[in-house]
């Protein structure tokens, strides 16, 4: 059963940094790809960043520049850095996997239907 807990949510001000850490289990970690997503309220899931098992990174123009995905097998757990965090990046930050078998461009990696595993979410808040 695949799972997947992800922590690191906080209260921050503007400019702050924060490390949300995403740990998986109960599947062959290598073999998937991890995305983050987040979801305000009253607005749509949407893609921030995303890492395949072979380590191809994608960043949501949006946040370009203020983030860093990267994975760690032997942890089985996926780290997203913010940095110069904004008010407008307050949502519930979401871990998602899929099993890449037919291969890592079979997905988009930006979309919310390419991936069937997710987590309970992490709040994030930034506020003044």
């Known amino acids: 059963q695949v799972t997947l807990v992800e922590s690191g949510g906080a209260l921050v001000r503007p400019g702050g940094s924060l490390r949300l850490s995403c740990a998986a289990s109960g599947f062959k970690f290598d073999n998937y790809g991890v995305a983050w997503f987040r979801q305000a309220p009253g607005k749509e899931r949407e893609g921030v960043s995303a890492i395949s098992g072979g380590g191809h990174t994608y960043y949501a123009d949006s946040m370009a520049g203020r983030l860093t995905i990267v994975r760690d097998g032997a942890q089985s757990t996926v780290y997203l850095d913010i940095n110069n965090l904004k008010p407008e990046d307050t949502a519930v930050y979401y871990c998602?996997?899929?099993?890449?078998?037919?291969?890592?461009?079979?997905?988009?990696?930006?979309?919310?239907?390419?991936?069937?595993?997710w987590g309970q979410g992490t709040q994030v808040t930034v506020f003044s």
């Open positions: 998602a996997a899929r099993n890449e078998m037919y291969g890592e461009s079979s997905y988009d990696p930006t979309s919310a239907e390419s991936f069937d595993s």
